[in-house]
């Protein structure tokens, strides 16, 4: 469990900037649809499309690819598809790629993969064999062995990576690797990865500029941040300012004051690598960290009475989960509260908030049907216990 917990609490290092989960909704303008199509804006040696009657052709530039109709790379090939969102998949490879039948669904038979899903763009899921991942606004690669290994890094952003089988969910944050293993039949705890390295794969440097660069970015330089222990160095300062002879020794209310004084003053890109460092200076107020963070910010749409006069200023959902995430990986004991308190808060943001994964990487709880004890029934009041 210390093990677990370690990791964890390692995921705030690198949560990137503008990240969140897949949400139940769809932003105004976008349709289902939009991920149903895709046209082949690039081919590099061998590509193929398979159509789900008739013989293999040769890809080219502006093939549709629908629903039935799947694209596959042979040795040393490349291919990419771009989506009427602009949603971007990059197939390295020896790869096989299919739309899904599903709403916004794209499925990976075998290979290699880059997704790109612009933010609002909607979302989308990725299916990986047993495993799918849930993503919006992120850029994220992939692959899925012969041997039915799944590996999936988060680039910049947030995913959510399902086994629904056996009932396990895992937030997966920028910088972090997790591996589906098919003889243990579980998900592992998400790793580490180095950004800037991952960086150098040629389903991004052999391509045009994906429009994510800025975002991964920023990710490579909060990881170097987080690796450097720099993040913190404000916060402790604010705090002595406060009166305060440390961050450990600050009280709530210090500490609080000290976050929301330099909150104003953080770039928005940093906002949600900002949280992430005070959650992991001071967990235990995780959830005050996040009222903070998002109400002190901007307007929150219909929190106040005046709402209506920050049109256009508001919020947005996307910069929600993003901290949601940010401090339920730094503290992922205290998930309910965290989600709990914002909602108390701000009850209008429910719908901003995409389900929930469990707390830490462990199994569904499994449903147990305790034994019938007739000494518990209770008599019916349609049928009065006879009298002696």
């Given at each position: 469990m210390n093990a677990i917990m370690n990791i964890q609490i390692r995921i705030i290092l690198t949560t990137a900037p503008l990240?969140?989960?897949?949400?139940?909704?769809?932003?105004?303008?976008?349709?289902?649809?939009?991920?149903?199509?895709?046209?082949?804006?690039?081919?590099?040696?061998?590509?193929?499309?398979?159509?789900?009657?008739?013989?293999?052709?040769?890809?080219?530039?502006?093939?549709?690819?629908?629903?039935?109709?799947?694209?596959?790379?042979?040795?040393?090939?490349?291919?990419?598809?771009?989506?009427?969102?602009?949603?971007?998949?990059?197939?390295?490879?020896k790869t096989i790629f299919s739309v899904g039948e599903g709403a916004r669904t794209i499925d990976l038979g075998s290979g290699q993969f880059l997704l790109y899903v612009p933010k609002k763009a909607g979302g989308a899921k990725v299916k990986m064999g047993p495993v799918t991942a849930a993503i919006t606004g992120t850029t994220v690669v992939g692959n899925v062995a012969p041997s039915g290994i799944v590996e999936f890094t988060v680039l910049e952003?947030?995913?959510?990576?399902?086994?629904?089988s056996v009932g396990q969910c895992l937030l997966v944050v920028a910088g972090q690797k997790v591996t589906y293993d098919p003889i243990a039949m579980r998900l592992e705890d998400p790793v580490e990865v180095d950004l800037q390295q991952q960086q150098t794969n040629p389903l991004v440097t052999g391509f045009r500029p994906l429009p994510s660069t800025p975002y991964m970015n920023v990710a490579v330089e909060n990881q170097r941040r987080a690796a450097a222990g720099t993040g913190g160095a404000e916060l402790a300062h604010a705090v002595s300012a406060s009166g305060?002879?440390?961050?450990?020794?600050?009280?709530?209310?210090?500490?609080?004051?000290?976050?929301?004084?330099?909150?104003?003053?953080?770039?928005?890109?940093?906002?949600?690598?900002f949280v992430a460092t005070a959650v992991r200076l001071r967990p235990e107020l995780a959830d005050r960290i996040v009222v903070a963070a998002v109400i002190g910010r901007r307007p929150v749409s219909g929190y106040s009475k005046e709402a209506k006069d920050?049109?256009?200023?508001?919020?947005?959902?996307?910069?929600?989960?993003?901290?949601?995430?940010?401090?339920?990986?730094?503290?992922p004991r205290m998930a309910n509260e965290i989600i709990n308190a914002l909602l108390q808060a701000a009850p209008m943001l429910r719908e901003c908030l995409g389900e929930p994964c469990f707390p830490a990487n462990q199994?569904?709880?499994?449903?147990?049907?305790?034994?019938?004890?007739?000494?518990?029934?209770v008599n019916s009041p349609e049928k009065p216990p006879k009298g002696d």
């Open positions: 990240a969140f989960a897949l949400a139940t909704w769809f932003p105004s303008g976008v349709s289902a649809d939009e991920l149903r199509e895709a046209q082949v804006t690039q081919v590099i040696q061998d590509v193929k499309v398979l159509p789900s009657s008739g013989a293999p052709r040769p890809a080219a530039l502006n093939d549709d690819v629908r629903p039935g109709t799947a694209v596959q790379t042979g040795t040393q090939s490349r291919s990419e598809l771009t989506f009427k969102d602009q949603t971007i998949t990059r197939l390295g490879e952003g947030t995913a959510r990576v399902r086994l629904d305060a002879v440390s961050i450990g020794a600050a009280t709530p209310e210090q500490f609080l004051a000290a976050f929301s004084s330099l909150l104003v003053r953080y770039p928005e890109a940093e906002i949600c690598d920050f049109k256009e200023k508001e919020m947005p959902c996307d910069w929600v989960q993003c901290i949601v995430d940010a401090a339920i990986a730094g503290n199994f569904r709880p499994p449903l147990v049907i305790s034994p019938i004890n007739p000494a518990t029934f």
